[in-house]
């Protein structure tokens, strides 16, 4: 019990996960984006679309989060 309290804890590892679902779906989409833009136009904009909003949402909620 006394560990979990200890003031010297390295919480490195949760910020980056934080990170991580920040900016990882969203750039997962984006690649998907580039990747289907010379086949289908239609499709890629959605995902950057897509890709934008999940970036704005995840912002406001993961930063509300951090702060």
């Known amino acids: 019990m006394i560990l979990l309290l200890s003031p010297n804890m ?3 590892g949760l910020i980056y ?5 920040m900016f990882g779906p969203a750039i997962l989409l ?3 984006g580039f990747a289907v833009l010379k ?3 239609k499709a890629a ?3 950057f679309i897509l890709a934008t909003i ?3 949402v995840s912002l406001g909620i993961c ?3 951090m702060a």
Do not use: Q
Request: hydrophobic content about 60%; charged content about 15%.
């Open 45 to 47: 904009k959605v995902l």
């Open 30 to 32: 984006a690649i998907i």
């Open 17 to 21: 996960l934080i990170i991580a679902i």
């Open 54 to 56: 999940y970036v704005l």
């Open 39 to 41: 086949r289908n136009k």
């Open 10 to 12: 390295n919480l490195d």
């Open 63 to 65: 930063g509300s989060m």
